[in-house]
């Protein structure tokens, strides 16, 4: 039994030499019973000041505890030691020697010191409705709580002095007081004006720097560990969700990239959502219904609707299907109006238009791919169920439409993460809502995408399971980016580019877009054969097969989609990855790459699918799994 | 007191032993001087053959076993035994004559090495009965060589051997068995002065003993010298008590019959010398059972020790003439519904008319009188509980959370008045600071001189006699000289007790905002102290491990409650004020007898030192929480187990039941707190098998009875208090660290 190694033990040398020090000769025999003797009341004593640490309501031993012990049972108290940081213990050079650094202390130096130091402040009880009828508090939506507490002159003092910096011109000062928002275990009392302050967003909208760094206040609060945000949580997100929905003053100047303030705002509100959605029932469902609204309002101007996705994207696929897919037919129609237009008049709010349609086309590629990946976690299974869904994924095309995809794993798959996700969020029940299988959704999707719908499919050796069906389209569906690109030359709609198979016609409106990369796959993977495919073809030719030989044969190999363009290496089972590759065109930024890729994930593979989705809900946090997910789940990300 | 548990056993097990006396002192013939066989009173003779009076020790020994039989009246066994010893009869009745006192004074000198244990032992002592002298059993408790310390490796692991092989229904409950003689086996080798064998004892088998054991354990693995014994507490509580085993007879008997095979005299002797096997009729328990009761420094409870009576009933409300009518109809007349309000008062009137059958004597234990102040009060509460919330896993209570910021000095106690309208905290910088909740300042009253010039016919002198000078939101208390651990109000709100590192309890005067007494008498911390639901009377207990009984008037204690064998972390009272509950680091919460002292509840099977307590409201439960984040729930009256409540990581510092007890609230170290449904939790049908034998089932639902998890930030949880409408008030220092 090791519990005798677990104390701590004075040597007989140690005795030896402590009695040395006091001039004592002490024999060996004596020393070994005195050390023992110590080693036992030490023990003694530390157990003894054990129950003071427990009486005082603390976790910390402190000397204090230990000193109390020692004086109950008649020993010197030992003096000098209580201060209440830790106190540094050294190694000596030589030797293996341990002592407690203890500097000199010039008081000379401390008695004609010129900044006498403040009292402590004054120990005060607050109080704060915690819970109500045991949820949490819910006030009126963006009201501010008045500030109830008097502050004390120094805490008054950090507040001026931190405000000051963050909205002022310095940016080394604004980091530094940003950093200290975010550690500083003391200032719990200045919350209330903080969310104060932070509330002004709506006073200073013209000015985008300001909007920044109140953004930026607002992720320091979020990430102090000692702030208990409770019910500001609400006011915190109403003030962000300003940043994202409003058409802000400042974004009449064209020159004023809002863009980007709406973006880190939406990373914000989901960072916010994750870490402290809990604190505030039934925040998603909230947030969700305001970004609808905004969404499903034509009046409100484009940037209004570009928050609303961005907001919806950075909440996960899972609002992006339930508010923005749903929602699309709808709101295509207004968009095509604006793209559509080409006067000169209407040259601005074009540009917008193309913002919001590459937002659009961002979220909803998110959204298939991790419905994708979602559906293929349930398949890893067997071979056997495997087998049967490639064989309907292959069925199921315009030529025999009796077949349909199999529902089950779908549905299922879909409704699995959504409960996960319910779980570690606000807890919004997702009442009467049937995901949409994920063929139907494609199909619908590429009716307004077309093309640009960036979906493809190569070999990998990790993502094991069948892909999710993504199956043809009727060609009158889609109906004008099929036509534009049989047209060839009038494609305007150039947002997000793939892969090969587009050429980019020279802008009729002249906006300064710039050409799309080549196709990061193509470049990826060079020396295979280029199956390139026209897309004069307006025939059916999207659709996801599995990449065996015996399978292909089934079907006529009619292949556009890239994934076909490389043979399958090897006839082993089949694997897929995703990758979405491309450059979303902004008219001034000079088009943000994005890339997201799905392919080889080992760990993925390998963790089992409920410890995957357990994982889901800390998404923002730091933890290494979840990790690899944001950059894909963040396609729109910003350093911050 | 020995005598009276040996008699226990004999009465259970005395037919089966006699036969064997003979057998097991020849086989110790040679074993020591003082060899003792299964059964105190047949052996006592036997073990007088065996020995010869060598020193002055052992003649003490023998006078002692010489008295014992004379107050047996096994007046033939003396005679032979004084023969034998060669004692003359005139030393005999000089050494006793000399009186009981200085003879046992001696006797206790030499058994109790050390101060502490001596009034320790008078402790208990006192605690049983004056006619508990010292005497034989007390005398043998102190551990003499007996057997060849190389050997109790052998002895130990056989016996382990034969509990692993017998039938599990068996097993489980001789498994019990493994700890106490561990722990006795270890020390004697300790005392023994075999300290290299100790050290390999403990090594070989301490892996085997309970998890919950740990920490007396590591007590245990630190002490390797005789010397060291003396002055550990621990150890003395182990020798001084009995540690208690409830086992069926069925396992008795097996396990007497392998020690007899085995002539195991050794672990035999300890069984008798320092166990106390509890035996039972009938199915023997599930390990389950065992571990849910266990875990108590001194075992499980005896039977007969929770078979008291107990009037866990409330007492009657006083009939309060009430004035308020008028206002109450006024009241009613603006809210307009004058007739719902009527019958629910009657309803109210006729519950408190009735007498509870449980209920003690309204006189049993004297009560203060009321006063003007206390009815008008009483009728305030009565109007504020009709405005009540009625609770329930449907309607969870809101929870206000008082935070305690900058306490740099460390808060170590709060408390909050019936009415909500104060709060208090003590500091481990020696103060109390008091705080008003409400808008209403607090003041002090005026010196002397300027009370001499207020009009004394006046009405509103009760207003002039405060100074408004004085008037801030709060006062601060100095006086205690170590930090205040406990701390609570008076019911009519006009005093603050506090208790303190410093070994007082202080009365302060909430008018003044001056100490009025301190209350000497614990010469050690004194963890917690508290007032009686009717005033005047408060309860303290400390580290010296007795609770004492204080009246206000009185600077010396009306009772004291010795018994428990570690520190009393806790005190709380009965709702009716005629009983008092303690809960210690012994691991056991007590329930005392106000009128005369008795202890009449034991309730075994905390796993840690209980640091909470919380009555029910209809006075019929008992909550208690500990440092392993565990809430038991025990039945008073049948003295019973009856719910454990898992959830919490950390010490359970915080109990409250709400106002109609259908919300057991509980926080915590781990920073939440959390509501349970103690209506479900109490819904537990004792049948009259279970009540009579003891053994308990505990369903595991901690899960269905949780209704709700509520975190703080960075702030542990030490007070809750359910306002009159049921409203949650929590209260913690924030710790920044």
């Known amino acids: 039994m090791a519990e005798e190694r677990r104390f701590a033990e004075v040597s007989r040398d140690s005795v030896k030499l402590m009695a040395e020090s006091a001039g004592v000769e002490v024999g060996d025999e004596v020393a070994a019973l005195l050390a023992e003797d110590v080693c036992y009341r030490l023990r003694e004593a530390a157990q003894n000041s054990s129950q003071f640490m427990r009486h005082a309501k603390r976790r910390k031993l402190t000397v204090e505890d230990f000193n109390r012990a020692l004086r109950w049972s008649n020993v010197e108290a030992v003096c000098g030691y209580g201060a209440q940081d830790a106190l540094p213990f050294r190694p000596a050079k030589e030797g293996e020697l341990f002592f407690v650094e203890d500097r000199d202390v010039n008081l000379v130096n401390l008695a004609l010191a010129t900044n006498i130091p403040n009292g402590c402040a004054e120990t005060m009880v607050r109080v704060h409705v915690s819970y109500l009828d045991g949820k949490g508090n819910l006030e009126p939506q963006g009201t501010v709580p008045s500030a109830v507490q008097s502050l004390s002159e120094d ?33 719990a009392a200045l919350l209330p004006y903080f969310v104060y302050v932070i509330s002004g967003v709506k006073s200073v909208s013209h000015d985008l720097e300001q909007l920044n760094r109140l953004l930026h206040m607002v992720k320091s609060l979020v990430q102090n560990p000692y702030l208990y945000l409770g019910s500001y949580v609400r006011s915190l997100v109403s003030s962000v969700m300003y940043c994202i929905l409003e058409p802000l003053a400042a974004s009449i100047n064209p020159l004023n990239d809002h863009w980007t303030l ?16 809990d604190l505030v029932s039934g925040l998603y469902h909230q947030i969700l219904l305001s970004l609808q609204k905004v969404l499903s309002d034509p009046v409100r101007p484009l940037c209004s609707h570009y928050g609303a996705v961005v907001g919806l994207h950075a909440l996960g696929w899972k609002a992006v299907e339930r508010v923005l897919y749903p929602h699309l037919p709808a709101y295509w129609a207004n968009l095509q109006a604006v793209l559509d237009d080409y006067s000169v008049s209407n040259a601005q709010v074009k540009a917008d238009g193309h913002k919001v349609y590459g937002a659009i086309l961002v979220a909803v590629e998110r959204l298939l791919k991790m419905k994708a990946l979602s559906l293929s976690k349930p398949a890893e299974g067997g071979v056997g169920g495997q087998q049967g869904t490639a064989g309907g994924v292959l069925g199921f095309r315009e030529s025999s439409p009796g077949l349909s995809p199999p529902p089950e794993p779908l549905s299922e798959a879909g409704l699995g993460i959504a409960s996960h996700l319910q779980a570690g969020g606000a807890g919004c029940p997702w009442e009467d809502w049937t995901p949409v299988p994920l063929p139907a959704m494609y199909c619908e999707l590429y009716s307004f995408f077309g093309d640009s719908l960036a979906v493809r499919f190569s070999t990998g050796p990790e993502l094991e399971g069948c892909l999710p069906a993504l199956p043809c389209q009727p060609a009158d569906a889609r109906k004008e980016t099929v036509a534009n690109a049989a047209a060839g030359l009038d494609n305007s709609r150039k947002m997000p580019q793939l892969t090969a198979n587009l050429n980019i016609s020279p802008r009729p409106d002249g906006s300064p877009h710039t050409e799309p990369p080549p196709p990061s796959l193509a470049a990826t993977i060079p020396g295979r054969p280029f199956a390139r495919s026209s897309s004069s073809s307006s025939s059916v030719q999207r659709r996801s097969s599995s990449s065996r030989p015996g399978q292909r044969s089934a079907g006529p190999s009619r292949d556009v989609f890239p994934k076909a363009r490389f043979p399958p290496p090897q006839a082993g089972p089949p694997s897929f990855s995703f990758l979405i590759g491309g450059r979303q065109m902004g008219r001034r930024c000079q ?18 699918p409920r410890a995957y989705a357990h994982k889901l809900p800390v998404i923002g946090r730091v933890s290494k799994p979840v990790r690899r997910w944001t950059c894909s789940h963040y396609s729109l990300h910003l350093p911050l | 007191m020995a005598a009276v548990q040996d008699g226990q056993v004999e009465s259970d097990a005395e037919k089966e032993t006699k036969p064997d006396a003979s057998n097991d002192v020849a086989g110790n013939s040679s074993g020591g001087a003082r060899s003792m066989s299964p059964n105190a009173a047949s052996s006592a003779s036997g073990a007088a053959k065996a020995a010869a009076p060598t020193g002055p020790g052992e003649q003490q020994t023998l006078l002692a076993v010489l008295q014992f039989l004379k107050r047996s009246k096994l007046l033939e066994s003396v005679d032979i035994l004084r023969r034998e010893a060669g004692l003359s009869d005139e030393l005999d009745e000089s050494q006793t004559n000399d009186g009981a006192a200085a003879g046992s004074a001696s006797l206790l000198r ?109 007590v245990l693995s630190g002490l390797t010298k005789k010397e060291h014994m003396k002055g550990n507490e621990t150890l003395l509580d182990f020798r001084t008590s009995k540690f208690v085993l409830r086992i069926s007879r069925d396992s008795y008997q097996l396990l007497k019959r392998h020690l007899q095979e085995r002539q195991n005299n050794q672990i035999w002797l300890i069984i008798q010398e320092h166990l106390y096997i509890d035996i039972f009729d009938g199915m023997p328990r599930s390990k389950s059972q065992i571990d849910s009761m266990s875990g108590s420094l001194a075992g499980e409870a005896r039977r007969e020790a929770n078979k008291a009576k107990v009037y866990y009933g409330l007492l009657k409300e006083p009939e309060i003439e009430v004035p308020l009518d008028d206002e109450d109809d006024e009241a009613e007349n603006e809210e307009g519904k004058p007739k719902k309000k009527k019958p629910k008062k009657d309803n109210l009137g006729s519950k408190n008319k009735k007498q509870d059958p449980n209920a003690p004597q ?11 102040s206390d009815k008008l009060d009483k009728i305030m509460s009565m109007k504020e509980a009709t405005k009540k919330i009625r609770l329930g896993p449907d309607t969870l209570p809101s929870i206000c959370f008082y935070t305690f910021l900058n306490a740099y000095q460390g808060l170590t106690s709060v408390d909050v008045t019936d009415d909500s309208s104060l709060i208090a905290g003590g500091f481990a910088d020696s103060t109390v600071r008091v705080w008003s909740v409400t808008p209403k300042k607090l003041r002090k009253v005026k010196s002397a001189a300027d009370l001499n010039l207020i009009d004394k016919e006046a009405d509103d002198v009760l207003e002039r006699i405060m100074d408004e000078k004085t008037a801030s939101e709060s006062k601060i208390l100095y006086g205690h000289s170590g930090p205040v651990y406990g701390i609570s109000f008076s019911p ?66 009306l009772r004291m409650f010795a018994g428990h064998l570690a520190d009393i972390t806790c005190t709380h009272f009965h709702p009716n004020s005629n009983y008092v509950a303690t809960g210690s680091a012994d691991r056991t919460v007590r329930l005392w007898d106000v009128l005369n002292g008795n202890c009449v509840r034991i309730f075994s099977g905390h796993k840690g030192p209980i640091h909470s307590l919380a009555f029910s409201p209809n006075g019929k439960y008992v909550a208690s929480g500990a440092t392993d984040g565990r809430v038991l729930l025990w039945d008073i009256g049948h003295g019973l187990m009856i719910g454990e409540l898992k959830g919490h990581t950390d010490t359970v510092y915080a109990l409250k039941f709400s106002r109609d007890g259908e919300i057991l609230a509980s926080g915590s170290m781990d920073g939440t707190v959390r509501l349970w449904d ?58 920044s660290q």
């Not at chain 1, 705002?265 to 402290?276: C, G, K, Q």
């Not at chain 2, 032992?121 to 009965?129: L, R």
């Not at chain 2, 309204?362 to 003007?372: A, C, H, V, Y």
């Not at chain 2, 603050?496 to 050690?524: A, I, M, P």
């Open chain 1, 155 to 187: 805490l008054l003092k950090y507040y001026q002095q931190i405000t000051r910096a963050i909205l002022g011109e310095d940016p080394h000062l604004m980091k530094v007081a940003l950093l200290d928002l975010q550690t500083n275990s003391k200032i």
């Open chain 1, 262 to 277: 709406r973006d880190y705002a939406a990373l914000l509100l989901s960072h916010i959502f994750w870490t402290h959605g």
């Open chain 1, 591 to 608: 088009g943000r790459r994005f890339q997201t890729s799905f392919g080889p994930q080992p760990p993925l593979a390998s963790l089992p």
């Open chain 2, 110 to 218: 030499r058994v109790s090495v050390g101060g502490a244990a001596a009034t320790n032992i008078a402790a208990t002592t006192t605690s049983k009965g004056a006619e508990d002298q010292p005497d034989v059993s007390i005398v043998l408790s102190a551990y003499s060589q007996q057997g060849d310390p190389a050997l109790y490796q052998v002895y130990y692991s056989g016996l382990k051997n034969f509990i692993e092989s017998v039938l599990d229904c068996h097993r489980a409950e001789l498994s019990q068995l493994f700890y106490p003689l561990f722990v006795h086996m270890y020390l004697e080798l300790v005392y023994n002065n075999h300290e290299h064998e100790a050290k390999v004892f403990f090594e070989k088998f301490s892996g085997d003993q309970e998890c919950y054991y740990r920490d007396d354990l590591r």
């Open chain 2, 362 to 372: 309204q006189n049993r234990i004297p009560l203060p009188e009321l006063k003007d």
């Open chain 2, 492 to 557: 009519d709100r006009n005093y603050l007790l506090s208790s303190s590192e410093d070994g007082t309890v202080r009365l302060w005067s909430l008018q003044t905002f001056t100490c009025l007494v301190g209350y000497k008498g614990h010469n050690y911390p004194v963890w917690d102290t508290q007032f009686s639901p009717y005033g005047y009377y408060f309860v303290s207990g400390g580290h010296d491990r007795i609770a004492r009984l204080w009246a206000t008037d009185h600077y010396q204690p």
């Open chain 2, 678 to 735: 103690a209506l479900k939790a109490f819904d537990v049908e004792t049948d009259d098998f279970t009540a009579a034998t003891g053994h308990i089932h505990l369903p595991d639902n901690s899960q269905e009875l949780l209704l709700g998890t509520y975190m703080t930030k960075s702030t542990p949880v030490i007070h809750l208090h359910f306002t009159r409408r049921n409203l949650l008030l929590a209260a913690g220092g924030y710790n």
